[in-house]
Every structure is written in C-alpha cells, then in structure tokens.
C-alpha cells in the first residue's frame, strides 16, 4: 500500500521541507488543494496531514473527514507561534512539531503515528519511482524496470540509502559467497542496472569509495530524470 502525506503548510520553506523529506522516507505527499474526501485513492492512505496556522484555517470541511479517518493533524509551529496561540478546539485534536526540524527528527515524528507493519510493508514511492517490496518490483512512471535477482537486491539497498555512498565493500556483501573474489562482479550489477534504467544517471559512482543514488535524480522530476 502507498502512503501519502498530505502537506496543508502554507509555508513555502517548511512546505518544501516536509515534501523533500516524505520523499526521502519514500513517502508521497499530496497538495491541500489538490485534497478532496470524494476522490480518495484505493490503495492509497493519507497517515498524516501537517498544516501551520494559515493552513489550518483553510480546511473545515476536509479537517472533519481527516477526523473520520483517523488521519493524525499535525501543527508546525515555529519558536514564534507555539501551539498555545491556537485556540482551545484545535489544541484538543492537533499535535505539534516545531520548525526547525531535522531528516531524523521528523522520521521519528511520523513512527509514532503510523503502525510498524504498515511502515514496514508500504510501496515505497520516490516521485514517479515506486519500489514494490511485496512483489519485488521497481516501477518508472507506467513502466516497470526489469530488475531481477541481485540487481534489485542491489538497488534497493542504493534507493533506501539514497544520498549516501555505499562501499564497493558493504554491496559486494548482498552477492552470494562464490563471487566475492572481486568487486568487478558489482560493477557488472552496476552496469546492468544502469542499462535498465536506460542511463547512467540513475546510480553516480564515487570513486574509489562506492556508489550512491543522488535525491534530485527522482525528486520532482520523474521519468524526466532519468532520460
């Protein structure tokens, strides 16, 4: 199941903040305006709806059906403008997450509202990148990626690390014993994967250190990324 956030701040820095950062986790996030209790998604769940004070004030009738479904409302509140500014109705079924907030703090926020297996089990989603853990498929837009055996293995661990760089040594491990003797083996991985993908932008190599899949390959730009 995909999870979706839906991003009520009106905030353009913070705004922005929670969008980069819902990606990262391999979250989608969805617009304020673009929210409407008749068009829900099957498949999708909203988890969470973060607002600040303007954004707040702009959904009664989508705040009632967030209740309904149990969708969790979160205030970002800056140094500035706690929670205690707001009136008592609100503060009886919001909580609050003050800006500035860091990647980790606000993956540790999202853990106390949403079930560890739904966390667990979710189709990651990184823009039109969807990675599909159940059925171990990887999608692009309305294509599917023909990543098999070791080169999804391979993937995965690059995409749920995106930003970092994996050693030749740590990736050379998810291959079976027998080919460990060289770390060829995993530039031949590398290779493939870029080939599916049809570009070698998908995986960055750092050299002599390992490989890494840069955020702003996916990040709001989709299948245009990687072509």
Request: hydrophobic share 35%; proline share 2%.
């Amino acid at each position: 199941m995909e999870l979706t956030i839906l991003n009520g701040v009106s905030d353009k820095e913070i705004h922005e903040k929670i969008d980069y950062f819902s990606f990262l986790c391999g979250i989608s996030t969805e617009e304020l305006q673009d929210f409407k209790a008749e068009n829900i998604k099957t498949g999708n769940q909203y988890i969470v709806a973060y607002f600040d004070a303007e954004g707040l004030l702009s959904i009664r009738r989508e705040m009632v059906y967030l209740l309904q479904i149990h969708c969790p409302l979160i205030v970002v509140t800056t140094k500035n403008h706690d929670l205690t500014d707001f009136p008592l109705y609100i503060r009886g079924f919001c909580s609050n997450l003050q800006y500035p907030f860091s990647y980790h703090a606000f993956c540790r926020d999202l853990e106390n509202y949403i079930d560890k297996q739904l966390w667990t089990n979710r189709v990651k989603v990184y823009g039109q990148l969807r990675v599909d853990k159940g059925n171990r498929q990887v999608s692009l837009g309305n294509e599917i990626v023909n990543l098999k055996g070791y080169d999804y293995e391979i993937f995965l661990m690059l995409v749920e690390h995106m930003g970092s760089v994996i050693s030749r040594e740590v990736i050379n491990e998810t291959l079976p014993s027998r080919t460990r003797h060289s770390y060829r083996n995993v530039d031949t991985h590398i290779k493939c994967i870029r080939k599916l993908f049809g570009t070698e932008e998908v995986i960055q190599c750092v050299r002599s250190v390992g490989y890494c899949i840069l955020p702003e390959v996916f990040y709001k730009k989709g299948r245009e990324a990687v072509n």
